[in-house]
């Protein structure tokens, strides 16, 4: 995902987007709430929003669907395959109507189907603008898997379609509405063990080739930075509260130069704040990496590991255990969204974030690919602050 000048906005259209955009994930716009309002209206409180989901792969078919059999503000109503043989078992093991299955031909009809509120984009990265466009094109609210884009341009498109529609456009943070992290999140920006000076993040895994689109650049837009990697970057950004205003990377040696032809095998990059504080991270595809996101502080520190997983995660502070029950990440993330949608409330995790994200993404193969520190000055300042609702 190499940044280039010919596909990077000009500053005063990427600031003219983000004034838009305030209105339209952010802040609320009054000419985008009456639509908006207006849908809240028509729903009765038993009526749960209605989910397709676009791509029935792993994530979709292990996570999503599962989570939204727990959801209470929403439901799994639809889906888009281009696999006739899944279309029939999800129709089976679901009870999705004939008239909810789509394929990637037919999906523009999903604009006459009043059973489809939500659109959620499961599909490799460089497909995701494709799908977004389409989805707002056809009136619907959006979900979209991170990394939100393989480049800034098309984040930024992505955004502008949204606007333009009048509907909603949420990023897949799941750890945005999970516990342990909002519990990190929380003691980062209160400072409560003091101002945090340094943040450690590692995550990665051994891949197998199991998805061999993560390894296709076309398709991922990189390696694992764009799969793993982008975990470590949120939680030190939310643990800390601040966009940092410059990094540093470094590419780890290709254990195995034909796997990873087209992408890295791994990254490891630093993190500088405008307030001196450091964060460190790691991310690989070549070994199986102890996931743990951790916060230094003057007067103590907080840490969770393992920290990305969907289950099972574990924190603790320099005052003992968190003691955080863990929860459905992927219910807890779609149901917030709904409830956005139903109340017109912006979304804790908009497009806007993602563009940031794609942002820092690409600076960060910049410093790695040059081995210069590259600003981040001008990267979108949006955060999950702790206590927005």
């Known amino acids: ?78 889906i888009v395959t281009g696999s006739p043989a899944k279309a029939a078992r999800w129709k089976q ?71 333009k529609a009048g509907k909603k456009l949420g990023i897949g943070y799941r750890l945005h509405f999970e516990p342990h992290h909002r519990e990190m999140m929380r003691l980062g920006q209160q400072q409560v063990f003091g101002p945090v000076q340094h943040l450690l993040a590692d995550n990665g895994f051994r891949f197998n080739n199991d998805t061999p689109w993560r390894v296709n650049k076309a398709l991922s837009g990189g390696g694992p930075l764009m799969d793993m990697g982008i975990y470590c970057l949120q939680g030190c950004i939310y643990t800390k509260g601040q966009v940092p205003v410059s990094v540093t990377a470094k590419f780890t040696p290709k254990t195995d130069p034909m796997l ?18 450091t964060a460190d991270c790691r991310t690989t595809y070549a070994e199986n990496m102890a996931s743990r996101l951790r916060a230094e502080a003057p007067k103590g520190w907080a840490e969770l590991a393992p920290a990305f997983g969907y289950g099972g995660l574990q924190g603790r502070t320099s005052q003992g255990p968190m003691n955080i029950p863990n929860v459905n990440q992927q219910a807890a993330q779609m149901d917030d ?37 590259v600003s981040t000055k001008d990267v979108a300042s949006v955060l999950d602050k702790v206590g927005k609702k």
């Open 93 to 163: 093991q679901y009870n999705i109507a004939d008239k909810n299955i789509y394929d990637y031909k037919t999906f523009d009809r999903i604009a006459d189907n009043p059973d489809i509120d939500i659109v959620y984009v499961v599909l490799p990265n460089a497909l995701h603008a494709e799908y977004v466009v389409r989805a707002a094109q056809a009136g619907k609210h959006v979900i979209c898997e991170k990394p939100m884009a393989t480049s800034v341009a098309d984040a930024a498109r992505m955004i502008a379609a949204m606007q």
């Open 260 to 277: 990873f032809k087209e992408v890295e095998a791994g990254v490891n990059w630093q993190l500088q704040f405008a307030d001196g504080a």
């Open 337 to 373: 969204f709904a409830d956005c949608v139903l109340h017109n409330k912006p979304t804790r995790v908009p497009g806007e974030m993602g563009l940031r994200d794609v942002q820092l993404l690409e600076a960060i193969y910049r410093a790695a690919e040059t081995g210069q520190k």
């Open 1 to 78: 995902m190499k940044a280039s000048a010919d596909h990077l906005p000009s500053r005063r259209h990427f600031m003219r987007l983000l004034s838009l955009g305030a209105g339209a994930t952010i802040a609320g716009s009054a000419s985008l709430a009456k639509p908006l309002r207006t849908l809240a209206e028509g729903l009765t409180a038993d009526r749960k929003l209605g989910v397709a989901l676009v791509g029935l792969g792993k994530y979709s078919t292990d996570e999503l669907a599962p989570a939204l059999q727990q959801t209470k503000l929403c439901r799994l109503a639809g």
